[in-house]
């Protein structure tokens, strides 16, 4: 028996139920590893999801992929990845961003055609690995890990290449992030400004909300204001690459045919029940939203950890530093751009 496989049999082999259901709590306990080094000064600002994947890659090149407990982490990594970008679109409230989000609603465009353009053309320049590239482009413009997890499968991208793609968000995301906490102070805009700027800029909801708190209630709610719209726009987004992708399919090949990702209409869906059923028709409360926030990081770390274990350093170093440097470079120029149309 191999070194991974006696080590998922000591820890696992006395649950009850099969490889499915040992796989599945296999990918939640890495999770909970995750949520404990994140607890640690220094891992608390990257977060449970990019320690989730640090010790799921570090698994993978220490102990290589658990075999026997393959059906489960595969189901976390696509059935419960889906349902945690199901429950991400209780995080969108619609009514908001027609409401008083419309004018940011063409930058957020900008920003976002920016991000993916950005990033391809650099990527073709310096001959860096166009999916992983392009998943990135897609997580700087509009909302970090949901997005590249939601245009993965539409694009046929590798596990891998969707883990990568997510660990340097999250990664770069919060290095951004705490950059412009620190350079809060020293900037001479005010608190609204401040917030809009991190919100068309940062990757993330979460890399949004930790810029934004130093502005204030008034900054850090034109700060999510910002980001929702973003997130609004990986909609049309991800329909626009089902159109590409078809498009590109040689007629009458079966293997390259696109399926329609339904749980896109399970995403619109729960943000429009965010937006108009609860609360203004079905009353709930703040901690029962709070639970469902808790819930889909959870789920949305579990997956990622599945996509983690997937990851084999000694095929993928090479392809993803290109990547990540192209990434920064759009990146920054996002943040210099954004700054000075305010």
């Known amino acids: 028996m191999s070194a991974n496989n006696r080590l998922s049999s000591n820890f696992f082999g006395s649950l009850p139920g099969n490889a499915w259901f040992k796989g599945i709590v296999f990918t939640f306990f890495i999770a909970f590893l995750g949520y404990l080094l994140a607890l640690v000064p220094g891992f608390n600002f990257i977060g449970q999801l990019a320690c989730a994947i640090i010790i799921a890659v ?8 658990p075999e026997s407990l393959r059906s489960g982490i595969a189901f976390s990594s696509k059935r419960l ?19 008083d989000g419309l004018g940011l609603l063409a930058r957020d465009a900008a920003v976002v055609l920016v991000a993916i353009f950005g990033i391809l053309l ?6 860096a690995d166009r999916n992983i590239s392009l998943l990135l482009g897609v997580g700087t413009g509009i909302c970090g890990a949901a997005a ?5 499968p539409i694009i046929k991208a590798k596990d891998e290449d969707t883990a990568i793609g997510v660990g340097i968000i999250a ?13 809060r102070p020293f900037l001479p805009i005010g608190d609204i400004e401040y917030g809009m700027w991190a919100g068309m800029s940062l990757h993330e909801v979460a890399h949004v909300a930790l810029a934004g708190a130093p502005a204030g209630e008034e900054g850090l709610a034109m700060a999510l204001l910002a980001k929702l719209g973003r997130v609004f726009l990986l909609i049309p987004v991800c329909f626009i690459f089902i159109w ?3 498009r590109k399919a040689p007629a009458g090949d079966v293997s390259s045919k696109v399926e329609f990702p339904w749980f896109l209409l399970g995403f619109m869906g729960m943000s429009l029940i965010g937006s108009y059923v609860l609360g203004p028709i079905i009353p709930v409360s703040e901690a029962a939203m709070d639970f ?6 959870w789920l949305l770390t579990a997956a990622m950890v599945g996509l983690g274990l997937n990851v084999s350093l000694k095929d993928v170093k090479e392809r993803a530093l290109l990547p990540l440097a192209v990434m920064t470079i759009v990146s920054l120029s996002i943040s210099i751009l954004t700054f000075f149309t305010l």
């Open 244 to 246: 590409i992708m078809k």
């Open 292 to 297: 469902i926030s808790i819930l889909t990081t």
């Open 122 to 127: 650099l990527a073709k320049l310096f001959k």
């Open 58 to 65: 570090a698994y993978r090149q220490l102990f290589g992929y």
């Open 81 to 99: 990845l889906r349902a945690a970008i199901i429950l991400y679109g209780l995080k969108l409230n619609v009514h908001i961003i027609l409401e």
């Open 148 to 152: 590249i997890a939601a245009v993965a």
């Open 171 to 183: 990664l770069m995301g919060t290095v951004f992030a705490i950059a412009y906490t620190i350079l």
